[in-house]
């Protein structure tokens, strides 16, 4: 595939890596653009992202005409990276900055959800000598940091000798969200744009879907379409692009779900969090629904550049 007459070839610069415990995965999904972006006859530069990126894009012998963010974790994907392009004028892909601090911010991302009507876990912010303690709420509950991606610091506390994690362990500051653990099923939701273009279901080979799971092949099943109801499904879909368009994303995001069909009844979902920056590895969800819509891994990403924008 290249660059139709109809279209132009454009200088990218791929973002990738960066600072955060994600950088591993964002090296990944970095590579995996980049390839795509020459198939496509596009000119791309990757760059790793450190602390001095302003002045390494200003030094670049041309100026890049998009920044495709393949950034994952803090710094790349909580509005930090999409402010310094802003104040470069560089259009950028994905979500931009209020919206990336938004989601980011798990707290203030489910008061927004909860004010629109999406229903979320009970959980609160606590610090973190309560949450040691184990004072916080009967388990099962739900330990996560304020603002980390994949899974990254999550344990699922079930009590007996399954307690919340140990001082030495947590290394994601004073405060901690603890949410009330929902049984069920993982559903996950793809919006490209304001359409939500399908919902998958992931069904861990272990305690549930943490950072191995995501990043490891044969750690998990992926069950593309999510075999729900047709009302279900239909509710699923409604409840990603809803998520999505509270906290104003645009692009490409991935909304993350609970469906608990355990009582009996009728089942309920619950809107866990928006990622801004879906992961863009061979194992990763948004990739893998596109290509159940039609979209290839070429396409979805010559689409997400000419979403790219600066908006200011």
């Known amino acids: 595939m290249s660059v139709s007459a109809s279209a132009k070839a454009l200088d990218i610069a791929v973002l990738m890596g960066g600072p955060s415990a994600e950088?591993?995965?964002?090296?990944?999904?970095?590579?995996?653009v980049a390839g795509a972006l020459r198939e496509l006859g596009h000119r791309v530069r990757e760059i790793d992202v450190g602390h001095d990126i302003g002045a390494v894009i200003a030094?670049?012998?041309l100026r890049p005409d998009v920044a495709f963010n393949a950034l994952h974790g803090r710094y790349g994907e909580d509005g930090?990276?999409?402010?310094?392009?802003e104040f470069l004028e560089i259009p950028y892909t994905h979500s931009g900055v209020l919206a990336s601090a938004l989601a980011m911010d798990k707290p203030t991302a489910r008061r927004l959800f909860a004010e629109t009507g999406l229903r979320c876990a009970e959980g609160r912010v606590a610090h973190r000598r309560e949450v040691m303690e184990g004072r916080v709420m009967d388990p099962p509950y739900v330990v996560k940091p304020l603002n980390e991606g994949s899974s990254v610091g999550v344990h699922i506390v079930t009590g007996g000798d399954n307690g919340p994690p140990r001082d030495e362990e947590w290394t994601f500051g004073e405060q901690v969200l603890v949410e009330r653990y929902?049984?069920?099923r993982e559903i996950q939701v793809a919006?490209?744009?304001?359409?939500?273009?399908?919902?998958?279901?992931?069904?861990?080979?272990?305690?549930?879907?943490?950072?191995?799971?995501?990043?490891?092949?044969?750690?998990?099943e992926h069950l593309m379409p999510a075999p729900l109801t047709e009302a279900d499904y239909r509710e699923a879909l409604e409840l990603g692009r809803k998520a999505h368009m509270t906290l104003g994303c645009r692009g490409v995001s991935r909304t993350d779900l609970r469906f608990d069909d355990t009582g009996g009844g009728p089942g309920l979902f619950y809107v866990l969090e928006v990622n801004t920056q879906p992961g863009m590895t061979p194992l990763s969800l948004v990739p893998e629904i596109a290509?159940?819509?039609?979209?290839?891994?070429?396409?979805?990403?010559?689409?997400?550049?000419?979403?790219?924008?600066?908006?200011?």
Do not use: N
């Open 23 to 32: 950088r591993e995965v964002s090296l990944v999904s970095g590579a995996a």
């Open 59 to 61: 030094a670049l012998d």
């Open 80 to 85: 930090c990276i999409q402010g310094v392009l």
């Open 182 to 184: 929902i049984p069920g």
């Open 191 to 220: 919006v490209l744009g304001e359409r939500a273009l399908g919902a998958i279901e992931i069904r861990p080979l272990g305690r549930f879907y943490d950072y191995e799971a995501k990043y490891t092949a044969g750690k998990a």
């Open 291 to 312: 290509a159940h819509s039609g979209i290839g891994f070429a396409e979805l990403v010559a689409w997400m550049v000419e979403d790219a924008s600066c908006p200011r």
